[in-house]
């Protein structure tokens, strides 16, 4: 992997920001893109100062367009960026809410890989990382983000079928309750109180983002070289255990 450049979107915080110290480290050149104009980054990252909102078609071209002719051409890009969803009940959940959640979430992923992986087809290598969720993966009452992230997780074998000929690999990782800065303020906030969300996990905590961060970028690297069109939970277990509940639970 070494100075290949990767395009990480919402490389600011969270999960975004321990992918590109995780990239930094395996001697990559990550490039944080982020809708956060400004803040350090680890050494041997680079930070695109100009903000990129991903929901917005001309910016995300413009910016691809510009990291290639500045920098390089992308080997990779990581699609962290993303906004947690509201769990508010339909008639409660406002249609300009769900409508940003697809915006940011699924369209925004489906922009940034149409704009970097058509351009990796062209040159016959790359390789694409979606975060895409467990909520996308079982039921919860997050109406909007839920199917959002359902739709990466197809979008991701989609275009791993349409560019695998190629040679452009496109897989998806799917955290599970990850202590980000996006979840802390949740369980700040009374909303979503630590032990719920652990309780259901096998492992029985929540991820750490630089335990998501080594899965991405194993898919990233050659190790991963016949994996496409996959998407792994990196969860603490959450999936193996959530339906215990039905059986009173894990013990
Ligand atoms: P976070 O808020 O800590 O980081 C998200 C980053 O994305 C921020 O730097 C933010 O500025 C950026 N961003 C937000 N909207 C953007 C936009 N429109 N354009 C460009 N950048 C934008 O959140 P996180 O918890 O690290 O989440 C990262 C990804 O992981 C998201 O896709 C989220 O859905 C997913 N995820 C998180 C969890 C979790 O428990 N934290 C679980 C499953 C999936």
């Given at each position: 992997m070494a100075t290949d450049l990767v395009l990480v979107t919402g490389g600011r915080s969270g999960i975004g920001a321990a992918i590109v110290a995780c990239l930094a480290e395996r001697g990559a050149t990550p490039v944080v893109v982020d809708i956060a104009e400004s803040g350090p980054v680890p050494d041997?990252?680079?930070?695109?100062?100009?903000?990129v909102d991903v929901s917005d078609e001309q910016a995300v071209e413009a910016c691809v367009d510009a990291v290639e002719r500045e920098v390089g051409p992308l080997a990779g890009l990581v699609n962290a960026a993303g906004i947690l969803g509201k769990m508010h009940p339909p008639e409660r959940l406002r249609m300009r809410d769900w409508d940003r959640e697809q915006a940011?979430?699924?369209r925004g992923t489906y922009l940034a890989c149409r704009s970097v992986g058509s351009r990796m087809a062209t040159r016959g290598a790359g390789a694409i990382v979606n975060i895409a969720s467990v909520a996308g993966m079982t039921s919860g009452p997050i109406h909007g983000y839920g199917p959002a992230k359902a739709a990466v997780i197809s979008l991701t074998q989609s275009l791993a079928a349409e560019w695998g000929p190629r040679g452009v690999r496109v897989n998806a990782v799917s955290p599970g309750f990850t202590a980000t800065p996006a979840l802390k303020a949740?369980?700040?906030s009374g909303a979503m109180p630590q032990d719920r969300l652990v309780r259901h996990a096998a492992l029985q905590r929540l991820v750490e983002p630089r335990e998501v961060a080594a899965a991405v970028?194993?898919?990233l690297s050659p190790d991963a070289?016949?994996?496409?069109?996959i998407n792994i939970p990196v969860d603490a277990g959450f999936l193996a255990g959530?339906?215990?509940?039905?059986?009173g639970g894990l013990r």
């Open positions: 041997g990252a680079i930070s695109w100062t100009a903000a940011v979430d699924l949740g369980i700040a970028c194993f898919l070289a016949a994996i496409t069109g959530v339906t215990w509940d039905a059986y």
